[in-house]
């Protein structure tokens, strides 16, 4: 029994879809077989599906014999021709992380340390700090590379069998854990699918039987299942060569009687040194016994550096190579706004950096008393110090801070969370929550700021050569009514809470506000149909383009207000990439170029009336403040390990002899 047919399944059999599609065909007797093309494979295994690599729109031929065969055939083929197969669940883990975010540095050779243990790097979180060092290297697999005899190979198979067995429960007591969040719940759900999937273990098993001793036969069948992955043409596939390597090792570690530690065993106190870390992997770290972080990877303005910012956690990036000297180090002291790290100090390091802790403990002190402070120019007109974050977890930190709202909510990070598009409703909720903990005061949010450095599964990005010049931001929202309206919905829904704003990112022309515009008419209008609450909000633009500072006057006259990006306003007039170690001299906010695109986007503002903020991470920079407060900035959006020091340069700037 067969039938063919066209794949309509939202972005074809990848993870999620294909997991369930095999979970589907095992409820069935029957021998089931999916044909592409020339290629066939079982039905009921999650890893040769995916490995068949069935994208939407592909004609495929579901082939089952036996008992059920047709009432088989019949709810496959009902599933494939359904496009939200598979995905008809909040909360799955981003299974589809594109390739490019996988990046994972090579060791190489170690440099020598200089003299005084002294290393470089960028300079990405403010503060000092010294501590035990906490490498997270995780250890490479010594291959036993041992020949079988004859006679060792069955209990070398029962060997492997009861590894699987163990790294299954092991998943197993991870899945049952009660603080686990969703989309960590979905990641440990589809390794466990790789883990339980045949494919691995007949390659394993056919290379024990072949003499090899089972650490290294699991590794050599990873290896080529990995291979095959990162082949295909397909980076949600690709991805999947991480996942088959990681099951890999915990089969490998299962089969020497270790385990893993993650990050949730980091000691209190610890300066974290990692090759590379993703930035959703430092946002579930419990950062509040992290005291420093290290790493090869990244520069000042990548996601970790603004994660480590927003909970005051000193921080040197983009050390390269150089972080492999730090394996061995036994204690650490960094230096986050000049980016030294000394590895193993000296007696007298050690001593300057304790002396610079204890003073910056005691400016920490010094500072609380503003917490609660209304900063106001001299002239009485208030200066809101609010808060960036990117997720309801900061929101805690804000307050405490004394955040007077949020001038910046990055709503990127709540679609980087997921495997899929978040949901109006969900979306609603955030939104809604967001507007009550910081009513009455605003809070501004970015519409969805994708693209370039920032991919999110659920949105298939053309390749390009300069992303950061490409289809993001604003740019990518109008062109997919499909995802940019559920989030104008969802605004306007939430509006009704509190004093919701909403701005636009990497806005370069006019037309673009008129559209998003028409849009949110649109959404306001199929709201009121629907008899759904909503309020309309305030609409402001980021301006971070050369091209919005040019055109700033007129977009004055079409917003309620602007809200100024050094991060990216650095790097588009400088043409230097933000996230380049090798150009960080030139990506510098204090430019006369960068100052005079700030000073005519102030003055345009302000002759027309609007409020003239700033969300880029120049806003918290005492040594600026003054300049944007003389500019006419009346807002000025921070981490909030920023805010009462910002608090404390307005009360000194209002009143000069306090
Ligand atoms: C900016 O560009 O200054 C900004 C605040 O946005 P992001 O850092 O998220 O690009
Ligand atoms: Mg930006």
């Not at 020598?112 to 503060?127: F, H, T, Y």
């Not at 370069?508 to 028409?518: D, G, H, N, P």
């Not at 207000?561 to 588009?572: E, H, P, R």
């Not at 986007?601 to 918290?620: F, P, Q, R």
């Amino acid at each position: 029994m067969e039938r063919s047919t066209i794949v309509r399944v939202h972005e074809g059999l990848h993870a999620r879809p294909a997991t369930r599609f095999v979970k589907l065909a095992k409820s069935f007797e029957s021998e089931i077989d999916l044909v592409k093309g020339e290629k066939s494979v079982s039905a009921k295994s999650s890893v040769k599906l995916m490995l068949l690599g069935v994208k939407e729109n592909d004609e495929v031929i579901v082939r089952a014999q036996g008992a059920d065969a047709i009432e088989a055939v019949e709810a496959l083929i009902g599933y494939l021709e359904n496009p939200k197969s598979g995905l008809d669940e909040e909360g799955q883990a981003d299974r589809g992380k594109p390739k490019a975010t996988n990046t994972a540095a090579t060791p190489e050779l170690a440099m020598n340390l200089a003299a005084d243990g002294r290393l470089k790097g960028v300079g990405a979180s403010e503060g000092v700090s010294l501590g035990l060092a906490h490498p997270h290297f995780p250890d490479e697999i010594k291959l036993e590379n041992r020949k079988l005899a004859a006679d060792e190979v069955e209990a070398e198979v029962a060997r492997f069998r009861d590894a699987v067995v163990v790294v299954q429960k092991r998943m197993d007591v991870s899945l049952a854990a009660g603080n686990l969040a969703e989309s960590d719940r979905g990641i440990i759900a589809a390794l466990k699918d790789i883990a339980a999937d045949d494919t691995l273990s007949e390659e394993t098993i056919s290379l024990i039987r072949g003499g090899m001793d089972a650490v290294t036969a699991v590794f050599g069948a990873a290896s080529k299942v990995a291979t095959e992955f990162s082949e295909m043409d397909d980076p949600y596939l690709n991805a999947r060569a991480d996942d088959v390597h990681a099951v890999g090792r915990q089969l490998c570690l299962a089969l020497l009687g270790r385990e893993e530690g993650g990050l949730e065993d980091i000691p209190d106190g610890a300066i974290l040194i990692a090759r590379d870390i993703g930035a959703w992997d430092l946002a579930r770290a419990p950062l509040k016994r992290i005291r420093g972080v290290i790493c090869g990877h990244g520069g000042a303005t990548s996601h970790v550096a603004i994660i480590a910012r927003a909970h005051g956690i000193p921080a040197v990036l983009g050390l390269g190579n150089q972080v492999e000297q730090l394996r061995t180090a036994k204690q650490i002291a960094l230096d986050g706004g000049t980016g030294e790290v000394f590895a193993d100090p000296d007696g007298e390091t050690t001593v300057r950096f304790e002396e610079r802790i204890r003073k910056a403990e005691e400016e920490h002190a010094a500072l609380k008393v503003f917490r609660d402070v209304v900063s106001k120019r001299s002239d009485g007109v208030i200066i809101e110090v609010a808060a960036n974050i990117g997720s309801l977890e900061e929101i805690e930190a804000a307050q405490e801070a004394g955040a007077m709202g949020v001038g910046l909510f990055r709503t990127e990070l709540l679609f980087m969370r997921h495997m899929h598009l978040p949901s109006e409703d969900m979306q609603t909720e955030i939104y809604s929550t967001l507007a009550k903990a910081f009513a009455p005061h605003p809070v501004i949010v970015r519409t969805l700021d994708v693209g370039g450095d920032k991919p999110v599964a659920g949105v298939e990005f053309p390749d390009e050569e300069n992303p950061f010049l490409g289809w993001r931001g604003i740019r990518m929202c109008l062109d997919r009514p499909d995802i940019f309206k559920p989030q104008l919905r969802a605004l306007l829904r939430a509006a009704v809470h509190g004093k919701l704003k909403v701005m636009l990112p990497m806005v370069s022309e006019i037309s673009e506000v008129a559209r998003t515009r028409a849009l949110i008419a649109d959404c306001e209008t199929e709201l009121k149909a629907e008899g759904k609450d909503c309020r309309s909000f305030d609409l402001g633009v980021m301006i971070e383009t050369p091209a919005a500072v040019l055109i700033a006057p007129m977009l004055a006259r079409e917003v309620a207000f602007f809200s100024i990006g050094t991060n990216d306003l650095t790097q588009y007039v400088m043409a230097a990439d933000r996230l380049n170690p090798t150009v960080a001299a030139l990506n510098d906010v204090k430019n006369p170029a960068v100052m005079a695109a700030i000073a005519m986007t102030a003055k345009a503002g302000v002759e027309a009336g609007i409020m003239v903020g700033m969300c880029g991470e120049a806003a918290g920079r005492p040594d600026l403040i003054p300049e944007f407060i003389r500019m006419g900035l009346t807002e000025l959006s921070m981490s909030p390990a920023s805010i009462q020091r910002a608090k404390k340069c307005l009360a000194e700037l209002a009143s000069p002899s306090s």
